[in-house]
């Protein structure tokens, strides 16, 4: 009879775990824990958002719905971040560009260096 109190002690006890994280887990924003290396896409979206937001903006502004100076420093800060995005953007390009062309050079040195190996056996036989 004791041995089925532990137990059910045990099974209430993870039965209260399970029950709290399925209510607590909303709160938390589970997406950045488990971003794998979807940051490209991720600057590709943010970059669209800001700019359907730039041409929203001046839409408002030519419909006198916010002022000139909210106008100006919102499309400064919203243009600021697309220039952000499209510097980290070609960045990207950029190191992916070099990568790509690292391997073509190592492929032509490594036939190069075949091709010498056996010109050279050739003149030792």
């Not at 600021?80 to 070609?90: L, N, R």
Request: glycine content about 4%; hydrophobic content about 40%.
């Amino acid at each position: 009879m004791h041995d089925i109190s532990i137990i059910s002690i045990i099974l209430t006890a993870l039965l209260a775990l399970a029950c709290l994280f399925l209510i607590l887990s909303p709160y938390f924003k589970w997406d950045t824990y488990l971003n794998v290396g979807v940051k490209g896409q991720d600057l590709v979206s943010t970059k669209e958002a800001l700019l359907i937001t730039l041409n929203e903006l001046e839409f408002e502004y030519k419909m006198d719905k916010i002022s000139h100076a909210d106008y100006k420093n919102l499309k400064k800060q919203y243009e600021a971040e697309v220039a952000g995005i499209m510097k980290e953007e070609e960045l990207t390009i950029a190191a992916r560009v070099d990568r790509d062309l690292m391997a073509e050079v190592e492929k032509e040195i490594e036939a190069q260096m075949k091709n010498y190996e056996q010109k050279r056996g050739k003149e030792s036989d």
